[in-house]
DNA sequence: CTAGGATCCTGTCAGC
DNA sequence: TGCTGACAGGATCCTA
């Protein structure tokens, strides 16, 4: 769910919270998620790797979180700063059935919820963060990547579709599903296309893509919107302001007009403009 | 090695 | 109403 711009936003939102301050007791209420020995310390550093979240303690240590497809986390302190999947229950009464970990502050609660429970909390050696398999896979993420290493890397991947490629974190890294339609609409570019027979302009102009919905989202604090914190339980919806295609179907394209539909590409629910992304995935390799 | 599909888990919603 | 299947903002494992 939460993708790299949600990510990025819960981690510069945290530091607010629970920068220098200690976990004095961490509370396991799902086996599952919770990987390792706990271990009680000061926050020292928020970092983030791709979609993943690592709190640094003091003590060598360090908590990996990843939120996977609807993990949450929710710090209620003074303020309640809630980020991650949106539902109706950032304002609900903590713990609540989906809260699978709590991490006690001194002044604060940091509530980890995770309704399908595919997400985690890991505990890491701090030397040995990138050394961890996930992390230690990942690509670069878009501002980092030329685009002509963008191009040599969808080369490795010849057969498959673009948009399988690009939701790969290991060939570069912070799309998810929303980023991804939303990318390759706004870089006209249908999702069924085989990753080898982009052009060297279609791949410059996806990555550019990729890190403009980025930006956006980023900048507005993520699609699924940082402060959650109205205490009439309304849900500000940024998704619906942001989203060209993504959960459009049946609505008109603001390019073109045309019924936005969707599809099933490498698994996953895909959004595109059937004008504005023609599909070539019928198109012979040479 | 690659590519595609199943899988982990809980909840919701559309269709009968 | 109750059942059933499909689906979900992710990543890994298994198979061919």
Redesign the pocket.
């Known amino acids: ?3 790299l ?2 990510v990025e936003t819960i981690r510069r939102g945290l530091q607010d919270y629970i920068l220098k301050k200690k976990i004095k007791q961490i509370d396991i209420l799902c086996e ?1 998620s919770f990987i390792g020995q706990p271990c009680v310390g000061t926050v020292e550093n928020i970092r983030r790797f ?3 979240l690592v709190l640094d303690l003091d003590n060598s240590n360090s908590l990996m979180i ?5 993990g949450q986390l929710i710090y209620d302190g003074k303020e309640r700063y809630a980020a ?3 539902s109706d229950n950032f304002t609900d009464h903590l713990p609540n ?2 809260t699978r970990v709590i991490l006690h502050f001194e002044d604060g609660t940091l509530f980890f919820n995770d ?4 997400g985690f909390i890991k505990i890491i050696p701090t030397d040995q963060v990138k050394d961890e ?2 992390i230690g ?1 990942l690509a670069k993420e878009p501002w980092e990547m030329s685009p002509s290493e963008f191009y040599q890397k969808l080369q ?6 673009i948009k ?2 690009i ?4 060939v570069i890294c912070g ?4 980023y ?1 339609d939303e990318s390759l609409f706004a870089a006209g570019i249908h999702p069924l296309k ?3 027979l982009l052009s060297q302009e279609e791949a410059k102009r996806l990555l550019e893509e990729a890190r403009k919905v980025m930006d956006k989202s980023i900048a507005s604090g ?3 919107m940082a402060t959650y914190v109205r205490a009439d339980g309304s849900r500000g ?1 940024y ?1 619906e302001k942001f989203a060209q295609v ?2 459009r179907e049946g609505k008109p394209c603001l390019k073109c007009g045309s019924k936005i539909i ?1 599809i ?1 590409v ?4 895909t959004h595109i403009c059937p004008t504005c992304q023609k599909d070539f995935s019928k198109e012979a390799h040479d």
């Open positions: 769910m939460p993708e711009p949600e599952k791709g979609k993943a990843h939120l996977r497809m609807t991650g999947h949106p059935k989906q309704q399908r429970k595919f398999p996930f896979k490795k991947h010849p057969k498959s579709c399988a490629v939701l790969d974190q290991t799309l998810g599903n929303i991804a085989k990753a080898g993520g699609s699924t919806d998704l993504f959960r969707k099933k490498a698994g996953r629910g």
